[in-house]
């Protein structure tokens, strides 16, 4: 039986978004601006989000907001400067 990746499955079912532009966005360990910087996101970045899960409060330009989208495994950035199209979650809690 050959198995396939799960990583690339997972991919698949994923959808990226698009940061907001002209900005570059801070990717942190945690869900919220006390967490370490873990990598700077460039102008016109698309991320995928994994999982979301309250935070701290950021306002951004897409509004205020305390989700965190889950972009990688350990790296959060604010909802508030990602277009889901929505002000609500788009992807699962994060466990």
Request: aromatic share 10%; charged share 10%; net charge neutral.
């Amino acid at each position: 039986m050959v198995m396939g990746s799960p990583t690339s499955a997972n991919a698949a079912a994923v959808r990226t978004y698009p940061i907001a532009p002209g900005y570059t966005v801070n990717v942190r360990s945690g869900p919220g601006t006390g967490y370490t910087i873990i990598r700077t996101l460039p102008v016109g970045s698309q991320v995928p989000i994994f999982c979301q899960r309250p935070g701290e409060t950021i306002s951004g330009p897409y509004g205020t907001t305390n989700i965190w989208d889950n972009i990688d495994n350990g790296a959060y950035v604010s909802d508030a400067y990602v277009n889901t199209g929505s002000d609500g979650y788009v992807a699962p809690r994060c466990a």
